[in-house]
């Protein structure tokens, strides 16, 4: 089957699948304190509805499936969907996005279900200045979690992502650099995006990649570019003496848009071809319409065709994206 490109010849070999928008955190980048609607149960997709949307992608040549949420953990008896889907033939890489909080009794189901990789979400290591961030006194139980995840060398590599935010990140930087020298941890520090729910994000609220770096070498002395392949987020390095690796994603400073590989589909079942789209297709519709596969591959070709070539964060008359970071899947 020929393999799925959008009309500038980009190859889709990714999809992020939202299995919740709700979350038992409320970060200040990504919700709203308090008033956010979640989605009732039958609007969201079940697993076999995920099961059967991988299976089609994977035929398309689509081999990197990422979960994500909301806070996916809380999606009831998420490893029985990590198991089907690293049942399915053609995926290749199964991976989670999590805050953590739950990691230190799922680490284990979910490795035994097949997942290989994680990312877990960590902006402070100071208890204050995580419950300032995301309004929730957690810390203790998220590092609980990645203590966990240690203990199943199948999860490699273990990520740790920071969402880096002028005036607050800068303190947090040299704690989280030193992390991934004491442990098996790629830290990864995000430039903050224009997708709180509170609408409230300024450009001049970005700490950039470049800045963390600076920062990072004048506390651990120079740090040393490793090869990535064309279509990842992150920019990596590792430190001089070669203990630990760090990895900057910069959306905004940094765009890496023109080899992006990457679609989404959000808990209610709609596709996204980026971030920052405007416009959905919806998937959930076809597939509880009675949609034959080869009219599923259909409406996927169709909306990749119609994949951005841009998020213009950077542009003149920038439109923010049509949801919250929550609502789309992070």
Same mark, same amino acid.
């Given at each position: 089957m020929d393999p799925l490109r959008d009309s500038w010849g980009r190859e889709i070999k990714s999809v992020r699948v939202s299995v919740t928008d709700k979350c038992n955190f409320r970060c200040t980048y990504c919700m709203p304190a308090e008033g956010l609607q979640w989605l009732g149960r039958e609007e969201i997709l079940t697993f076999e509805e995920i099961a059967r #949307?991988?299976?089609?992608?994977? =035929? #398309?040549?689509?081999?990197? $499936?990422?979960?994500?949420?909301?806070?996916p953990?809380?999606?009831?008896?998420?490893?029985?969907? $990590?198991?089907?889907?690293?049942?399915?033939?053609?995926?290749? &890489?199964?991976? +989670?996005?999590?805050? %953590?909080?739950?990691?230190?009794?799922?680490?284990?189901? #979910?490795? /035994?279900?097949?997942?290989?990789?994680?990312?877990?979400?960590? &902006? /402070?290591?100071n208890h204050v200045r995580f419950a300032e961030i995301?309004? *929730?006194?957690? #810390?203790?139980?998220?590092?609980? %979690?990645?203590?966990?995840?240690?203990?199943?060398?199948?999860l490699n590599p273990i990520k740790v992502n920071c969402v880096a935010v002028k005036g607050f990140t800068e303190t947090e930087v040299p704690a989280l650099a &030193?992390?991934?020298?004491?442990k098996p941890y790629v830290v990864r520090?995000?430039?903050?995006?224009p997708l709180d729910a509170d609408e409230a994000w300024r450009? &001049?609220?970005? +700490?950039?990649? @470049?800045?963390? *770096? @600076?920062?990072?070498?004048?506390?651990?002395?120079?740090?040393?570019?490793?090869?990535?392949? @064309? /279509? /990842?987020?992150?920019?990596?390095?590792?430190?001089?003496? %070669?203990?630990?690796?760090?990895?900057? $994603?910069?959306? $905004?400073s940094e765009p890496f848009c023109s080899n992006c590989d990457r679609i989404r589909v959000t808990a209610d079942g709609q596709l996204r071809t980026?971030?920052?789209?405007?416009?959905?297709?919806?998937?959930?519709?076809?597939? *509880?319409? %009675?949609?034959?596969?080869?009219?599923?591959? =259909?409406?996927? *070709?169709?909306?990749v065709q119609h994949k951005e070539l841009k998020h213009r964060i950077n542009d003149p008359g920038f439109v923010r994206a049509s949801r919250s970071m929550s609502q789309i899947g992070g």
């Open positions: #949307l991988v299976g089609v992608l994977a =035929r #398309l040549g689509v081999d990197e $499936v990422r979960l994500t949420g909301g806070e953990l809380v999606r009831r008896d998420l490893p029985l969907l $990590v198991e089907m889907l690293a049942q399915t033939e053609g995926v290749r &890489d199964l991976s +989670l996005t999590t805050n %953590g909080i739950l990691l230190d009794r799922l680490a284990g189901p #979910l490795v /035994s279900a097949g997942l290989r990789r994680i990312n877990v979400s960590l &902006d /402070s290591l995301t309004r *929730r006194d957690a #810390l203790d139980a998220v590092l609980r %979690g990645l203590e966990e995840a240690e203990r199943h060398p199948e &030193d992390l991934a020298r004491r520090f995000i430039e903050f995006m450009e &001049d609220d970005v +700490l950039t990649g @470049a800045e963390i *770096r @600076a920062i990072v070498e004048e506390c651990y002395g120079p740090l040393l570019e490793l090869p990535a392949k @064309a /279509s /990842s987020t992150a920019r990596r390095f590792r430190f001089a003496d %070669g203990v630990g690796e760090l990895g900057f $994603v910069n959306p $905004v980026c971030l920052f789209s405007r416009r959905e297709w919806d998937l959930k519709a076809a597939l *509880r319409g %009675g949609a034959s596969d080869d009219e599923l591959i =259909r409406l996927i *070709r169709f909306a």
